[in-house]
């Protein structure tokens, strides 16, 4: 009850601190338009780690808190958001792999997460990244991770860097991480925060996933979080047998989470739920899904 009551008040303080500095209302949910605002706003600029020393409250404040302790405030509200969301968004739900649940555990959402929608970051949703791009739902990050079923000394391909994000979560959990972004800002941001932050098993590459990452084949594992119509057959070339496709598939508004075998005896799918990803582009949009 007191640990409690003494998480609630950290909690109000950290918020109440950065709203004030960002004089924002802290609003339950995003709307549109304010989506569309932030996104702009949110252009390329880094996600640069919390409470930066602009970031805290000078004058307006009178308060006599030392930086250190904030900064040592807000990761201790992120980190219970986190330990949260990973027992009501994820476990709760189907996903059990300890492994899995661990690296959620460990790897900072937040520091992902452009500022303006950072106080949502462990919510049970999708956050704009910028240029029309999203980080994914918490949930389907630590699904597609377990659908996976790596190991540590695994090498996997991400397709769609996007912020970062599920390459992290993948670089606690396997030996190396290669990942292709084909927004050029989105690579670059992702590239600096992943440094920063110090995953550095993770390469990023920026250019048209499409082709997979020929030098680097094969791979264990391929996870793609942008969804095309078709599976790239390059993608499908570059896994190893005995090593698992993770995929959306399907037009914008209709789109499954497919996971492909690739075994001796040939490709086994399967489908696993109803998914909504931001659609693949590029190269792969030439292909026409067979009817
Ligand atoms: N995995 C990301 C979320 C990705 S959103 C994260 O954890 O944040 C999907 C991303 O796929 C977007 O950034 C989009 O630009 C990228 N994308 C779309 N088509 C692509 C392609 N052909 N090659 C590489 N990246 C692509």
Not at 111 to 129: A, H, K, T
Not at 201 to 220: E, M, Q, S, T
Not at 262 to 288: C, L, N, S, Y
């Amino acid at each position: 009850m007191a640990q409690s009551l003494r998480w609630m008040a950290a909690a109000l303080l950290a918020t109440a601190l950065i709203a004030c500095q960002r004089r924002e209302l802290a609003t339950p949910a995003i709307p549109e338009s304010t989506a569309q605002t932030a996104r702009d706003q949110a252009g390329d600029a880094s996600t640069s780690s919390v409470l930066s020393p602009s970031d805290l409250p000078t004058s307006g404040l009178r308060l006599n808190v030392p930086k250190a302790s904030l900064r040592a405030l807000a990761d201790a509200t992120f980190r219970r958001g986190r330990l949260d969301m990973v027992e009501h968004q994820i476990r709760a739900r189907d996903v059990r792999d300890p492994r899995v649940l661990e690296a959620m555990r460990r790897v900072p959402r937040h520091e992902f997460v452009p500022r303006e929608f950072r106080r949502y970051s462990y919510v049970d949703s999708p956050l704009e990244i910028g240029h029309e791009q999203t980080i994914s739902q918490p949930y389907i990050v630590a699904l597609m991770t377990e659908l996976l079923r790596m190991k540590p000394e695994d090498r996997v391909l991400e397709i769609g860097t996007g912020s970062g994000y599920q390459a992290a979560v993948l670089s606690v959990l396997v030996k190396e991480v290669y990942t292709i972004e084909i927004v050029e800002p989105l690579a670059k941001r992702a590239e600096s925060d992943l440094r920063r932050l110090g995953y550095d098993n993770v390469h990023v590459l920026c250019g048209d996933g499409y082709r997979g990452w020929p030098d680097k084949a094969p791979f264990d594992g391929v996870i793609v979080t942008a969804a095309p119509e078709t599976i790239p057959q390059p993608l499908m070339d570059q896994l190893k047998t005995g090593g698992r496709l993770v995929i959306p598939v399907g037009p914008r508004f209709d789109q499954e989470l497919v996971v492909v075998n690739k075994t001796e005896r040939g490709p086994f799918r399967e489908t696993v739920i109803p998914v909504r990803f931001v659609p693949m582009v590029g190269e792969v949009q030439k292909e026409r899904p067979a009817k």
